[in-house]
């Protein structure tokens, strides 16, 4: 039985939570090898300080069968390096699963993954994704074809359980999901723009503007 290859690719202040949420569920898939891939094999710093080191780069990568793109404040830059654009447009041609968390999206976008396709991203950003050729639909993973793009962040963790369901079958990924004990059960319902009050959301919402216009940019529109 042949390998299933699973690879993440990493870059700098990506947001650590895209990456390691559906890295945690899909490592546990049956009969599959997780790589961590990046430029060099130097750590790559996280948004939030914590370092990760790749397992292989993109020279030394074997075909995958699955390519998954996270995330985070470093997504301008990612989408932005030829040499990241060429990697990723380059395997997602021989893989069964071309996937994006939160604005990993954009990276597929910069690739010319999404053009036609139906897609999401986090909730500040999906007004974005008609610039990189997709049509947003809302939902928390949107599947067009090989492509499934999540939601923002914790979105991961539901896009990787669903895929292991899909080729595993539903009892080995509740059994993962019970593994991890992944039964969300938040303080407060603020996790959504329909969920959270207009205070909470004129809190965050200016977070986002600058990479807003950036991506924008980066993209075109």
């Not at 939902?139 to 896009?159: E, K, L, Q």
């Amino acid at each position: 039985m042949s390998v299933f290859n699973i690879g993440f690719v990493i870059f700098p202040d990506l947001t650590q939570l895209d990456f390691t949420g559906p890295l945690q569920v899909l490592n546990r898939l049956p009969g599959s090898k997780t790589h961590i891939l990046a430029k060099t094999m130097d750590a790559v710093p996280s948004d939030c300080g914590l370092g990760l080191v790749p397992t292989a780069t993109f020279e030394d990568c074997p075909q995958l069968d699955l390519i998954c793109v996270p995330g985070g404040s470093g997504v301008l830059g990612a989408m932005t390096d030829a040499e990241t654009i060429a990697f990723v447009r380059r395997q997602a041609e021989g893989a069964k699963y071309v996937t994006s968390v939160c604005t990993g999206a954009f990276v597929l976008g910069a690739a010319g993954l999404l053009q036609g396709k139906r897609a999401t991203t986090h909730w500040a950003y999906t007004d974005l994704l008609p610039i990189a050729g997709a049509t947003y639909e809302k939902a928390r993973i949107v599947r067009d074809g090989t492509t499934i793009t999540a939601g923002g962040v914790t979105s991961g963790i539901d896009f990787a359980l669903s895929v292991v369901a899909e080729i595993a079958g539903d009892s080995v990924a509740q059994a993962i999901q019970l593994g991890i004990e992944y039964d969300p059960a938040p303080p407060f319902a603020s996790g959504h723009p329909d969920r959270a009050s207009d205070a909470v959301k004129q809190t965050v919402m200016p977070r986002y503007e600058k990479a807003r216009k950036a991506y924008r940019a980066a993209l075109g529109g």
